[in-house]
T-cell receptor, first 113, second 115 residues
């Protein structure tokens, strides 16, 4: 069964540093997403991406965040100048419009120290 | 705006007993509803989805959920719990069934199975 692959599974970074979380969506999917889950809290939508541009973003997704699909297969989330409160599990997902149901990756646990 | 409320952040049931996880929704448009399961250190796996085709939806691993518009509910059930069902369960809502809209999640229910 096709999978969404996220790397790394766990990343520790110092406050103020930039991090890039990487995702390889399912190859024929057209929509891409990032969600995050702060420990003990619910999963929150960050951003959706379609046709090489952001289609929707939440209020969480401020100028500190950016997304990119640099080479047609990877989908990245960049967090500039990380803060302690950015510590969370970040999930990538992809979908295609004809079959509903995202496929989520297994997540990247980001720890900011 | 859409939202879901999951009643009970922790639910414990005995192995073989009925599992009932509650989800109520709020939506200004016809909702599309989902249940996801998250096993420890894993991603979110789709259990089942309601897309208006049938009010009783059957999913994987013996789970099912019934959409009740009058009660704005979409509770998840399983007749007989198994140890492998221990996980976190999330209810989610979307305004679209086309897979191109964001999901709004509930706060989750951690299911513990007592041997």
């Amino acid at each position: 069964e096709p999978e969404v692959t996220q790397t790394p599974s766990h990343q520790v970074t110092q406050m103020g540093q930039e991090v890039i979380l990487r995702c390889v969506p399912i190859s024929n999917h057209l929509y891409f997403y990032w969600y995050r889950q702060i420990l003990g809290q619910k999963v929150e939508f960050l951003v959706s991406f379609y046709n090489n541009e952001i289609s929707e973003k939440s209020e969480i997704f401020d100028d500190q965040f950016s997304v990119e699909r640099p080479d047609g297969s990877n989908f990245t989330l960049k967090i500039r100048s990380t803060k302690l409160e950015d510590s969370a599990m970040y999930f990538c997902a992809s979908s295609e419009p004809s079959i509903y149901g995202y496929t989520f990756g297994s997540g990247t646990r980001l720890t900011v120290v | 705006a859409q939202s879901v409320t999951q009643l009970g952040s922790h639910v414990s049931v005995s192995e073989g007993a009925l599992v009932l996880l509650r989800c109520n929704y709020s939506s200004s448009v016809p909702p599309y509803l989902f249940w996801y399961v998250q096993y420890p250190n894993q991603g979110l796996q789709l259990l089942l989805k309601y897309t208006s085709a049938a009010t009783l939806v059957k999913g994987i691993n013996g789970f099912e959920a019934e959409f009740k518009k009058s009660e704005t509910s979409f509770h998840l059930t399983k007749p007989s719990a198994h140890m492998s069902d221990a996980a976190e369960y999330f209810c989610a809502v979307s305004p679209s069934s086309w897979g191109n809209e964001k999901l709004t999640f509930g706060t989750g229910t951690r299911l513990t199975i007592i041997p």
